[in-house]
T-cell receptor, first 113, second 113 residues
Framework: AQSVTQLDSQVPVFEEAPVELRCNYSSSVSVYLFWYVQYPNQGLQLLLKYLSGSTLVKGINGFEAEFNKSQTSFHLRKPSVHISDTAEYFCAVSENRDDKIIFGKGTRLHILP | DAGVTQSPTHLIKTRGQQVTLRCSPKSGHDTVSWYQQALGQGPQFIFQYYEEEERQRGNFPDRFSGHQFPNYSSELNVNALLLGDSALYLC????????????FGPGTRLTVT
């Protein structure tokens, strides 16, 4: 069965510093991987997705993620965060196009001034 | 281009009552998925509708039911409400034959007292 583990429930980081949000998944087959962001009192917005091809995926707002099949990881990174990046970030996995998306429990990114 | 819309934004119900939540997909989308997001948790898949039929279902009891209309909009019905049904209910739409990406609405916050 698919599952997603987000290793940190909260990540504090100073403004303009780099950040990495960690995500590991388990699946017996090839997967599609996603990172979503949820701003306070809002729905989810897709940051980036990995379907196939290059393992380095670039998304919106300067975020990128790297798919590592051997380590079953899909960590999210940003070289320099801004106060506007304060939000909850969710890693998610799906096993095929029509399948449900399984979400992790989320990582709260807290930007320190 | 309107994105995914959901109504109502908030509602409060009493245990044992029934509730109906509504979702209009993004223009051009034909598939609607529903998720439940409890406080502090990631979204959990409830079910997915395509061509007016339930195509997939998550691990939710039969008290949760849905419907998709010919215009692709959808309803989520929950009967015999329990306190544990209090959550943010998210609707996501996608195009079955398009690039694999689900667009989420802002959600409906349901409080059961």
């Amino acid at each position: 069965a698919q599952s997603v583990t987000q290793l940190d429930s909260q990540v504090p980081v100073f403004e303009e510093a780099p950040v990495e949000l960690r995500c590991n998944y388990s699946s017996s087959v090839s997967v599609y991987l996603f990172w979503y962001v949820q701003y306070p009192n809002q729905g989810l917005q897709l940051l980036l997705k990995y379907l196939s091809g290059s393992t380095l995926v670039k998304g919106i707002n300067g975020f990128e993620a790297e798919f590592n099949k051997s380590q079953t990881s899909f960590h999210l990174r940003k070289p320099s965060v801004h106060i506007s990046d304060t939000a909850e970030y969710f890693c998610a996995v799906s096993e095929n196009r029509d399948d449900k998306i399984i979400f992790g429990k989320g990582t709260r990114l807290h930007i320190l001034p | 281009d309107a994105g995914v819309t959901q109504s109502p934004t908030h509602l409060i119900k009493t245990r044992g009552q029934q509730v109906t939540l509504r979702c209009s997909p993004k223009s051009g989308h034909d598939t609607v998925s529903w998720y439940q997001q409890a406080l502090g948790q990631g979204p959990q898949f409830i079910f997915q509708y395509y061509e007016e039929e339930e195509r997939q279902r998550g691990n939710f009891p039969d008290r949760f039911s849905g419907h998709q209309f010919p215009n692709y909009s959808s309803e989520l019905n929950v009967n015999a409400l329990l306190l544990g049904d209090s959550a943010l209910y998210l609707c996501a739409s996608s195009l079955d034959a398009g690039p694999y990406e689900q667009y989420f609405g802002p959600g409906t916050r349901l409080t059961v007292t």
